[in-house]
Protein backbone atom coordinates (compact mmCIF):
# COMPACT_ATOMS: atom_id res chain seq x y z
CA UNK A 1 0.00 0.00 0.00
CA UNK A 2 0.79 3.55 -0.39
CA UNK A 3 3.67 4.96 2.36
CA UNK A 4 1.75 7.10 4.11
CA UNK A 5 -0.48 4.69 5.37
CA UNK A 6 -0.29 1.92 8.09
CA UNK A 7 -0.56 -1.85 6.69
CA UNK A 8 -3.69 -3.17 8.52
CA UNK A 9 -5.21 0.70 7.10
CA UNK A 10 -4.73 -0.48 4.08
CA UNK A 11 -6.16 -3.44 4.76
CA UNK A 12 -9.34 -1.74 5.24
CA UNK A 13 -8.83 0.93 2.36
CA UNK A 14 -7.88 -0.96 -0.48
CA UNK A 15 -11.31 -2.41 -1.48
CA UNK A 16 -13.33 0.47 -0.23
CA UNK A 17 -14.72 2.78 -3.34
CA UNK A 18 -15.24 5.83 -0.75
CA UNK A 19 -12.37 5.69 1.76
CA UNK A 20 -9.90 4.74 -1.44
CA UNK A 21 -9.57 7.01 -4.71
CA UNK A 22 -7.98 4.44 -5.91
CA UNK A 23 -10.39 1.51 -5.21
CA UNK A 24 -13.10 3.42 -6.78
CA UNK A 25 -12.26 2.34 -10.51
CA UNK A 26 -12.67 -0.89 -9.55
CA UNK A 27 -14.71 -1.45 -6.31
CA UNK A 28 -18.01 -1.03 -6.27
CA UNK A 29 -20.71 -0.28 -3.35
CA UNK A 30 -24.05 -0.76 -2.80
CA UNK A 31 -26.70 0.75 -0.73
CA UNK A 32 -29.48 -1.29 1.21
CA UNK A 33 -32.14 1.32 2.13
CA UNK A 34 -33.77 -0.01 6.04
CA UNK A 35 -33.62 2.90 7.80
CA UNK A 36 -36.40 4.82 7.41
CA UNK A 37 -36.38 6.67 10.73
CA UNK A 38 -34.20 9.96 11.85
CA UNK A 39 -34.15 11.04 15.53
CA UNK A 40 -33.07 14.96 14.20
CA UNK A 41 -34.31 17.59 11.60
CA UNK A 42 -31.96 18.84 9.34
CA UNK A 43 -32.82 21.95 7.33
CA UNK A 44 -31.65 20.13 3.98
CA UNK A 45 -33.40 16.79 4.44
CA UNK A 46 -35.44 15.57 1.85
CA UNK A 47 -34.55 11.89 2.95
CA UNK A 48 -34.26 10.42 -0.66
CA UNK A 49 -30.60 10.37 -0.55
CA UNK A 50 -27.38 8.64 1.07
CA UNK A 51 -24.60 8.89 3.50
CA UNK A 52 -24.07 12.68 2.17
CA UNK A 53 -27.47 13.80 3.12
CA UNK A 54 -28.50 16.39 0.13
CA UNK A 55 -31.01 17.01 -1.83
CA UNK A 56 -31.52 16.71 -5.75
CA UNK A 57 -34.46 15.48 -7.74
CA UNK A 58 -34.99 12.05 -8.52
CA UNK A 59 -37.29 9.61 -7.05
CA UNK A 60 -37.86 8.00 -3.54
CA UNK A 61 -35.81 4.97 -2.23
CA UNK A 62 -37.13 1.63 -2.28
CA UNK A 63 -37.29 1.11 1.34
CA UNK A 64 -36.52 -2.97 2.02
CA UNK A 65 -37.05 -4.78 5.45
CA UNK A 66 -33.18 -6.71 6.49
CA UNK A 67 -34.82 -10.06 4.78
CA UNK A 68 -35.45 -7.73 1.85
CA UNK A 69 -31.92 -6.85 1.72
CA UNK A 70 -29.98 -9.88 2.30
CA UNK A 71 -31.77 -11.30 -1.07
CA UNK A 72 -30.80 -7.66 -2.90
CA UNK A 73 -27.36 -8.08 -1.55
CA UNK A 74 -27.53 -11.82 -2.48
CA UNK A 75 -28.75 -11.45 -6.00
CA UNK A 76 -26.71 -8.13 -7.25
CA UNK A 77 -23.49 -9.75 -5.35
CA UNK A 78 -24.37 -12.33 -8.54
CA UNK A 79 -24.56 -9.89 -11.22
CA UNK A 80 -21.56 -7.08 -10.04
CA UNK A 81 -18.72 -8.99 -9.37
CA UNK A 82 -16.26 -5.83 -8.07
CA UNK A 83 -18.83 -5.59 -5.44
CA UNK A 84 -17.23 -5.00 -2.31
CA UNK A 85 -18.99 -2.77 0.75
CA UNK A 86 -22.41 -2.75 1.79
CA UNK A 87 -23.68 0.93 3.01
CA UNK A 88 -26.45 1.74 5.22
CA UNK A 89 -26.88 5.33 4.87
CA UNK A 90 -30.61 6.06 4.96
CA UNK A 91 -33.19 7.29 3.75
CA UNK A 92 -33.41 8.13 7.60
CA UNK A 93 -30.71 7.38 10.00
CA UNK A 94 -29.31 4.24 10.31
CA UNK A 95 -28.62 3.93 13.94
CA UNK A 96 -32.40 6.12 15.19
CA UNK A 97 -34.92 3.69 16.70
CA UNK A 98 -31.92 1.80 18.29
CA UNK A 99 -30.45 0.52 14.74
CA UNK A 100 -33.08 -2.48 15.00
CA UNK A 101 -32.87 -2.61 11.06
CA UNK A 102 -29.71 -1.81 10.26
CA UNK A 103 -28.02 -4.55 12.78
CA UNK A 104 -30.80 -7.05 11.53
CA UNK A 105 -29.25 -6.48 8.14
CA UNK A 106 -25.91 -6.53 9.12
CA UNK A 107 -26.45 -9.62 11.77
CA UNK A 108 -27.97 -11.58 7.78
CA UNK A 109 -24.80 -9.94 5.74
CA UNK A 110 -22.59 -11.36 7.96
CA UNK A 111 -23.82 -15.24 8.21
CA UNK A 112 -24.54 -15.29 4.48
CA UNK A 113 -22.34 -13.18 2.58
CA UNK A 114 -19.14 -12.80 5.18
CA UNK A 115 -16.53 -11.42 2.63
CA UNK A 116 -19.00 -8.22 2.03
CA UNK A 117 -17.45 -5.23 3.92
CA UNK A 118 -19.95 -3.43 5.71
CA UNK A 119 -20.44 0.20 6.36
CA UNK A 120 -22.88 2.90 7.50
CA UNK A 121 -22.98 6.29 7.76
CA UNK A 122 -25.21 8.51 10.49
CA UNK A 123 -25.72 12.00 12.03
CA UNK A 124 -24.00 10.71 15.21
CA UNK A 125 -26.39 11.51 17.76
CA UNK A 126 -27.15 7.88 18.52
CA UNK A 127 -23.51 6.41 17.85
CA UNK A 128 -21.79 6.40 21.48
CA UNK A 129 -24.51 4.08 22.11
CA UNK A 130 -23.68 1.74 19.33
CA UNK A 131 -19.68 1.43 18.82
CA UNK A 132 -19.36 -1.64 20.42
CA UNK A 133 -21.61 -3.32 18.54
CA UNK A 134 -20.62 -1.99 15.20
CA UNK A 135 -17.26 -3.57 16.41
CA UNK A 136 -19.10 -6.92 17.53
CA UNK A 137 -20.12 -6.99 13.84
CA UNK A 138 -16.70 -5.73 12.23
CA UNK A 139 -17.74 -2.99 11.13
CA UNK A 140 -14.41 -0.96 9.73
CA UNK A 141 -15.89 2.41 7.98
CA UNK A 142 -18.51 4.82 9.79
CA UNK A 143 -19.28 7.94 8.51
CA UNK A 144 -20.69 10.42 10.78
CA UNK A 145 -22.04 13.76 8.98
CA UNK A 146 -20.90 16.97 11.21
CA UNK A 147 -21.75 20.26 9.72
CA UNK A 148 -20.68 22.42 13.16
CA UNK A 149 -18.59 22.57 16.29
CA UNK A 150 -20.40 25.53 17.61
CA UNK A 151 -23.98 24.99 18.42
CA UNK A 152 -24.65 28.48 17.27
CA UNK A 153 -24.04 27.71 13.62
CA UNK A 154 -25.49 24.24 14.42
CA UNK A 155 -28.68 26.13 15.40
CA UNK A 156 -29.10 27.72 12.17
CA UNK A 157 -28.83 24.26 10.46
CA UNK A 158 -30.90 21.69 13.20
CA UNK A 159 -33.97 23.04 14.17
CA UNK A 160 -34.59 20.03 16.50
CA UNK A 161 -33.32 16.98 18.19
CA UNK A 162 -35.40 13.86 19.40
CA UNK A 163 -32.74 12.54 22.25
CA UNK A 164 -32.81 11.31 25.69
CA UNK A 165 -37.05 10.56 25.58
CA UNK A 166 -37.77 14.20 24.69
CA UNK A 167 -37.44 17.12 21.76
CA UNK A 168 -34.74 19.33 21.96
CA UNK A 169 -35.15 22.82 19.88
CA UNK A 170 -32.42 25.58 19.65
CA UNK A 171 -28.91 25.91 20.62
CA UNK A 172 -29.68 22.90 23.19
CA UNK A 173 -30.33 20.90 20.40
CA UNK A 174 -27.58 21.80 18.57
CA UNK A 175 -24.95 21.94 21.77
CA UNK A 176 -26.48 18.37 22.52
CA UNK A 177 -25.86 17.32 19.03
CA UNK A 178 -22.24 18.25 18.75
CA UNK A 179 -20.82 16.65 22.09
CA UNK A 180 -22.51 12.95 20.62
CA UNK A 181 -21.22 13.33 17.63
CA UNK A 182 -17.45 14.12 19.08
CA UNK A 183 -17.56 11.60 21.74
CA UNK A 184 -18.96 9.25 19.03
CA UNK A 185 -15.90 10.03 16.83
CA UNK A 186 -13.64 9.71 19.29
CA UNK A 187 -14.95 6.15 20.53
CA UNK A 188 -14.72 5.03 16.67
CA UNK A 189 -11.18 6.27 17.00
CA UNK A 190 -10.21 4.31 20.08
CA UNK A 191 -12.08 0.92 18.92
CA UNK A 192 -9.88 1.18 15.51
CA UNK A 193 -12.80 2.25 13.18
CA UNK A 194 -11.67 4.36 10.29
CA UNK A 195 -14.33 7.04 10.48
CA UNK A 196 -15.12 9.44 7.81
CA UNK A 197 -16.72 12.69 8.24
CA UNK A 198 -19.03 14.17 5.92
CA UNK A 199 -19.90 18.03 5.46
CA UNK A 200 -22.37 19.80 3.88
CA UNK A 201 -21.36 22.99 2.86
CA UNK A 202 -23.68 25.68 3.44
CA UNK A 203 -22.45 29.22 1.98
CA UNK A 204 -23.59 32.04 4.90
CA UNK A 205 -23.92 29.11 7.55
CA UNK A 206 -21.28 27.05 7.81
CA UNK A 207 -18.62 27.68 4.79
CA UNK A 208 -15.82 29.54 6.76
CA UNK A 209 -16.64 27.19 9.70
CA UNK A 210 -15.75 23.87 7.98
CA UNK A 211 -11.93 24.30 8.32
CA UNK A 212 -12.60 24.52 12.35
CA UNK A 213 -14.91 21.61 11.71
CA UNK A 214 -11.54 20.25 9.97
CA UNK A 215 -9.42 20.65 12.60
CA UNK A 216 -11.71 19.53 15.52
CA UNK A 217 -12.27 15.99 13.60
CA UNK A 218 -8.18 15.36 12.57
CA UNK A 219 -7.62 16.23 16.17
CA UNK A 220 -9.84 13.26 17.36
CA UNK A 221 -8.68 10.62 14.47
CA UNK A 222 -10.97 11.08 11.56
CA UNK A 223 -9.22 9.50 8.61
CA UNK A 224 -10.92 11.37 6.13
CA UNK A 225 -13.12 14.50 5.40
CA UNK A 226 -15.92 14.72 2.50
CA UNK A 227 -16.93 18.19 2.42
CA UNK A 228 -19.96 17.90 -0.06
CA UNK A 229 -21.83 21.34 -1.39
CA UNK A 230 -25.64 21.52 -0.28
CA UNK A 231 -28.08 20.91 -3.03
CA UNK A 232 -30.66 23.01 -2.08
CA UNK A 233 -33.52 22.85 -4.60
CA UNK A 234 -37.40 24.74 -4.25
CA UNK A 235 -39.17 22.16 -6.00
CA UNK A 236 -37.84 19.55 -3.60
CA UNK A 237 -39.59 21.11 -0.46
CA UNK A 238 -36.00 21.02 2.05
CA UNK A 239 -36.34 24.24 4.56
CA UNK A 240 -33.46 25.41 2.82
CA UNK A 241 -34.95 25.01 -0.62
CA UNK A 242 -37.72 27.16 0.55
CA UNK A 243 -36.03 29.85 2.06
CA UNK A 244 -33.89 30.51 -1.00
CA UNK A 245 -31.12 29.25 0.98
CA UNK A 246 -27.81 28.50 -2.32
CA UNK A 247 -25.42 25.74 -2.33
CA UNK A 248 -21.94 26.58 -3.34
CA UNK A 249 -20.65 27.17 -6.43
CA UNK A 250 -17.74 24.41 -7.81
CA UNK A 251 -15.38 27.48 -6.97
CA UNK A 252 -16.32 28.04 -4.00
CA UNK A 253 -16.50 24.18 -2.78
CA UNK A 254 -12.97 23.78 -4.51
CA UNK A 255 -11.85 27.10 -2.86
CA UNK A 256 -12.86 25.70 0.88
CA UNK A 257 -11.44 22.13 -0.03
CA UNK A 258 -7.88 23.65 -0.85
CA UNK A 259 -7.71 26.01 2.05
CA UNK A 260 -8.02 22.41 4.61
CA UNK A 261 -5.19 20.87 2.54
CA UNK A 262 -2.99 20.04 5.22
CA UNK A 263 -5.93 19.52 8.04
CA UNK A 264 -7.40 16.21 7.73
CA UNK A 265 -7.46 14.38 4.83
CA UNK A 266 -10.26 15.29 2.27
CA UNK A 267 -12.15 13.08 0.50
CA UNK A 268 -12.78 14.59 -3.38
CA UNK A 269 -14.46 11.90 -5.39
CA UNK A 270 -17.46 11.77 -3.63
CA UNK A 271 -20.70 11.28 -5.34
CA UNK A 272 -23.58 12.19 -3.29
CA UNK A 273 -25.02 8.87 -3.66
CA UNK A 274 -28.62 8.10 -3.26
CA UNK A 275 -30.36 5.71 -0.23
CA UNK A 276 -30.55 2.83 -2.84
CA UNK A 277 -27.35 3.26 -5.13
CA UNK A 278 -25.99 0.10 -6.67
CA UNK A 279 -22.65 -0.14 -8.77
CA UNK A 280 -19.66 1.99 -9.15
CA UNK A 281 -19.55 5.51 -7.67
CA UNK A 282 -21.09 7.77 -10.00
CA UNK A 283 -22.90 4.91 -12.16
CA UNK A 284 -26.19 3.54 -10.47
CA UNK A 285 -27.87 0.56 -11.33
CA UNK A 286 -30.34 -0.01 -8.76
CA UNK A 287 -33.34 0.09 -11.18
CA UNK A 288 -32.21 -2.89 -12.19
CA UNK A 289 -32.62 -4.19 -8.92
CA UNK A 290 -36.15 -3.80 -7.53
CA UNK A 291 -37.69 -6.30 -5.27
CA UNK A 292 -39.93 -6.86 -8.07
CA UNK A 293 -37.20 -7.95 -10.53
CA UNK A 294 -35.43 -9.68 -7.66
CA UNK A 295 -37.82 -11.95 -7.00
CA UNK A 296 -38.77 -12.96 -10.67
CA UNK A 297 -35.38 -13.66 -10.57
CA UNK A 298 -35.00 -15.81 -7.71
FE1 LIG B 1 -22.01 4.22 1.10
FE2 LIG B 1 -21.05 6.21 2.37
FE3 LIG B 1 -20.21 3.77 2.97
FE4 LIG B 1 -19.54 4.91 0.70
S1 LIG B 1 -21.26 6.24 -0.05
S2 LIG B 1 -22.25 4.55 3.29
S3 LIG B 1 -18.97 5.60 2.74
S4 LIG B 1 -20.35 2.84 0.95
FE5 LIG B 1 -19.26 7.34 -0.80
FE6 LIG B 1 -21.53 7.88 -1.87
FE7 LIG B 1 -19.98 9.85 -1.20
FE8 LIG B 1 -21.15 8.39 0.67
S5 LIG B 1 -19.54 8.36 -2.76
S6 LIG B 1 -22.22 9.67 -0.80
S7 LIG B 1 -18.97 9.03 0.58
FE1 LIG C 1 -32.61 13.87 7.05
FE2 LIG C 1 -30.35 12.55 7.48
FE3 LIG C 1 -30.77 14.90 8.66
FE4 LIG C 1 -32.15 12.77 9.41
S1 LIG C 1 -29.95 13.08 9.61
S2 LIG C 1 -33.00 14.83 9.04
S3 LIG C 1 -32.43 11.71 7.45
S4 LIG C 1 -30.54 14.55 6.45
Request: with cysteine.
Amino acid sequence: GPADMAPDVWEKVKNHPCYSEEAHHYFARMHVAVAPACNIQCNYCNRKYDCSNESRPGVVSEKLTPDQALRKVLAVAQEIPQLSVIGIAGPGDSLAAGGKNSFATFEALAKHAPDLKLCISTNGLALPDHVERLKNYNVDHVTITINMVDPEVGERIYPWIFYDHRRWTGRDAAKILHERQMLGLEMLTSAGILAKINSVMIPGINDEHLKDVNKAVKSRGAFLHNIMPLISDPAHGTHFGLTGQRGPTAQELKLLQDECEGGAKLMRHCRQCRADAVGLLGEDRGAEFTTEKIEALE
